[in-house]
């Protein structure tokens, strides 16, 4: 069965990388919506497009957003993602032209069009989401449920020392999200570290000739050689692709539910997510709440990584294979 989705992205590699995934995965995306982030929102839209044309989801319509954020100005990611958000690796665009709308009013529309059906997957800054929010105050009661990639919730942050990228780039856009009364689960960096790939399945994708595998591994060089100066050998993480991931199955991991809020003024600390977890009070039981979120407790990464290299058309090897001995 095909999980109909709306997916709200600022393409980005990992944000390809995920596109590449739910195309194998079996994600129906019924709409992308595209918002500043990694990279100016042209430059997202315009990777939008080219990455679905490269899977043939030509029908998929691609339509972008917010050029900035809600109250601050707009900063950019090139440093992780390349000047073209797609590590410069010389992809040839895609010339199909972009969807007219705005994307929040897309949001907005799709939603009341398939009341209760449509899930809504956000990998960028909460930007166009929050805007369809303030569009369409029912909205969570028309959207199926929430998954978005941000927050750090208890480890450090990437964007700076306590905050994750996407709620970084636009905080009282998240805060708007996490008011709402649906159902969010917010894929922190608490576990998407935990997707780094091994150096083995690095090489694996480099050396496959499957198509898919060439693509990625042309996008993801670049990210490569950055997450190097973390991890010390050439990886990455794949926040976006585990989001979309949970999305498709939620039974490859466990949650819970927390109270959280976004750092608005902090002058070193603005866009953490603060979730109070103090041992006296309640835990909440209500997914849907304004202010309540659900965050992943452990998931089960040999089994996405299993998953993520079959999306890329690549078998995958046992890590320290033993050499077949002769008989
Ligand atoms: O912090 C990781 C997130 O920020 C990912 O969504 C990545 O694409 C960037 O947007
Ligand atoms: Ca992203």
Same mark, same amino acid.
């Not at 109909?4 to 129906?28: K, V």
């Not at 998929?60 to 690796?89: C, I, M, N, W, Y």
């Not at 003024?265 to 849907?288: A, C, E, H, W, Y």
């Given at each position: 069965?095909?999980?109909?989705?709306?997916?709200?992205?600022?393409?980005?590699?990992?944000?390809?990388?995920?596109?590449?995934?739910?195309?194998?995965? $079996?994600?129906?995306?019924?709409?992308?919506?595209?918002?500043?982030?990694?990279?100016?929102?042209?430059? $997202?839209?315009?990777?939008?497009?080219?990455?679905?044309?490269?899977?043939?989801?030509?029908?998929?319509?691609?339509?972008?957003?917010?050029?900035?954020?809600?109250?601050?100005?707009?900063?950019?990611? /090139?440093?992780?993602?390349?000047?073209?958000?797609?590590?410069?690796?010389?992809?040839?665009?895609?010339?199909?032209?972009?969807?007219?709308?705005?994307?929040?009013?897309?949001?907005?529309?799709?939603?009341?069009?398939?009341?209760?059906?449509?899930?809504?997957?956000?990998?960028?800054?909460?930007?166009?989401?929050?805007?369809?929010?303030?569009?369409?105050?029912?909205?969570?009661?028309?959207?199926?449920?929430?998954?978005?990639?941000?927050?750090?919730?208890?480890?450090?942050?990437?964007?700076?020392?306590?905050?994750?990228?996407?709620?970084?780039?636009?905080?009282?856009?998240? #805060?708007?999200?996490?008011?709402?009364?649906?159902?969010?689960?917010?894929? $922190?960096?608490?576990?998407?570290? #935990?997707?780094?790939?091994?150096?083995?399945?690095?090489?694996?994708?480099?050396?496959?000739?499957?198509?898919?595998?060439?693509?990625?591994?042309?996008?993801?060089?670049?990210?490569? /050689?950055?997450?190097?100066?973390?991890?010390?050998?050439?990886?990455?993480?794949?926040?976006?692709?585990?989001?979309?991931?949970?999305?498709?199955?939620?039974?490859?991991?466990?949650?819970?539910?927390?109270?959280?809020?976004?750092?608005?003024?902090?002058?070193?600390?603005?866009?953490?997510?603060?979730?109070?977890?103090?041992?006296?009070?309640?835990?909440?039981?209500?997914?849907?709440?304004?202010?309540?979120?659900?965050?992943?407790?452990?998931?089960?990464?040999?089994?996405?990584?299993?998953?993520?290299?079959?999306?890329?058309?690549?078998?995958?090897?046992?890590?320290?294979?033993?050499?077949?001995?002769?008989?």
């Amino acid at each position: 069965m095909k999980l109909p989705l709306i997916f709200d992205c600022d393409t980005g590699i990992d944000d390809a990388l995920a596109l590449m995934y739910g195309a194998h995965h $079996g994600a129906n995306f019924v709409a992308c919506t595209v918002t500043h982030g990694n990279v100016p929102v042209e430059v $997202g839209s315009r990777n939008t497009v080219t990455v679905l044309d490269f899977l043939g989801k030509q029908e998929v319509p691609v339509f972008s957003g917010a050029a900035r954020p809600l109250a601050q100005p707009l900063r950019t990611a /090139e440093a992780v993602h390349g000047e073209d958000g797609l590590g410069d690796a010389k992809i040839t665009p895609s010339a199909r032209a972009l969807s007219g709308d705005q994307a929040a009013a897309v949001i907005v529309r799709l939603a009341r069009e398939n009341p209760g059906k449509l899930s809504l997957v956000a990998v960028g800054p909460l930007t166009n989401i929050a805007i369809a929010l303030l569009l369409e105050p029912q909205l969570p009661a028309l959207i199926k449920n929430v998954v978005i990639m941000g927050g750090a919730v208890g480890v450090p942050g990437n964007a700076s020392a306590v905050a994750e990228a996407n709620i970084w780039h636009d905080p009282e856009a998240a #805060q708007v999200v996490i008011d709402a009364a649906w159902d969010v689960l917010f894929v $922190g960096l608490e576990i998407t570290l #935990q997707t780094a790939l091994t150096a083995q399945a690095v090489r694996q994708i480099e050396k496959s000739t499957d198509p898919r595998a060439q693509f990625a591994a042309n996008i993801m060089d670049f990210y490569l /050689e950055s997450y190097e100066k973390s991890f010390g050998y050439r990886t990455c993480v794949l926040h976006d692709p585990l989001a979309l991931a949970l999305a498709l199955e939620p039974q490859l991991a466990e949650y819970r539910l927390v109270q959280a809020k976004v750092e608005l003024r902090g002058s070193i600390s603005r866009g953490q997510i603060v979730s109070d977890q103090r041992m006296f009070l309640p835990t909440p039981t209500n997914p849907k709440a304004p202010g309540v979120i659900r965050i992943v407790q452990n998931v089960d990464i040999a089994g996405f990584h299993t998953r993520f290299l079959s999306a890329l058309g690549v078998p995958e090897e046992q890590e320290n294979a033993q050499a077949p001995t002769s008989p």
